[in-house]
């Protein structure tokens, strides 16, 4: 019953480090989302995928890279850490697009400071 | 472009309660409208949704109803208990785009 699981939870980074989130899903969804949460503001899309070997640009894609290669796991990518990358990130899923009014699926979240 | 705004918060309330969260949608068409309630440590979890005007979205005591005239989707609940203390997000997505799009959340607080 794990649904959409990320790790790591915590991370601390040091500017200009990078690193990688992770995000699995069991469902097999086709549609999987990365998204950012900062303080008091809402979630904004990074990048999406609507299945294996296909993704595309959210509202906020720069500083980011994604690949999907199983229609499992959904990876995040940071290349060059910034403050402005401070955030919550969480990753999502979804069997068909949310286009629809189908139920979004969401992992307990990824918590990023960069110092 | 699409956007979704509600209130700010934080509501602080007594259990019991009435709750009346405001949301407001600016979309072309006709989005399918969603509230999503973040609880304490946890991810995002749909909480209801509706997806054409004048539906009512309904689940766990709590109610939204899809109002085209005055591009709203505000969420209620009669009685509020201190497990509803949580975030509240209400979404959109328009019927031709696979993204949802957030307003800024509202958190709430139910005290004993």
């Known amino acids: 019953n794990a649904g959409v699981t990320q790790t790591p939870k915590f991370r601390i980074l040091k500017i200009g480090q990078s690193m990688t989130l992770q995000c699995a899903q069991d469902?097999?969804?086709?549609?999987m989302y990365w998204y950012r949460q900062d303080p008091g503001m809402g979630l904004k899309l990074i990048y999406y995928?609507?299945?294996?070997?296909?993704?595309d640009k959210g509202e906020v894609p720069n500083g980011y890279n994604v690949s999907r290669s199983t229609t499992e796991d959904f990876p995040l990518r940071l290349e060059l850490a910034a403050p402005s990358q401070t955030s919550v990130y969480f990753c999502?899923?979804?069997?068909?697009?949310?286009?629809?009014?189908?139920?979004?699926?969401f992992g307990q979240g990824t918590r990023l400071t960069v110092v | 472009g699409n956007s979704v705004t509600q209130m700010e918060g934080p509501v602080t309330l007594s259990e019991e309660a009435f709750l009346t969260i405001n949301c407001t949608y600016t979309?072309?068409?006709?989005?399918?409208l969603f509230w999503y309630v973040q609880y304490p440590g946890e991810g995002l979890q749909l909480l209801l949704k509706?997806?054409?005007?004048?539906d009512k979205g309904s689940n766990k005591g709590f109610e939204a109803t899809y109002r085209k005239e005055t591009t709203s989707f505000h969420l209620e609940k009669g009685s509020v208990q201190v497990s509803d203390s949580a975030v509240y997000f209400c979404?959109?997505?328009?019927?031709?785009?696979?993204?949802?799009?957030f307003g800024g959340g509202t958190r709430v607080l139910v005290k004993p």
């Open positions: 999502a899923s979804s069997s068909v697009g949310v286009t629809s009014g189908t139920e979004a699926f």
């Open positions: 469902m097999n969804h086709n549609y």
């Open positions: 995928s609507v299945g294996a070997g296909i993704t």
């Open positions: 979309a072309t068409g006709y989005p399918s």
């Open positions: 509706a997806t054409k005007a004048d």
């Open positions: 979404a959109q997505v328009k019927a031709a785009g696979n993204k949802l799009t």
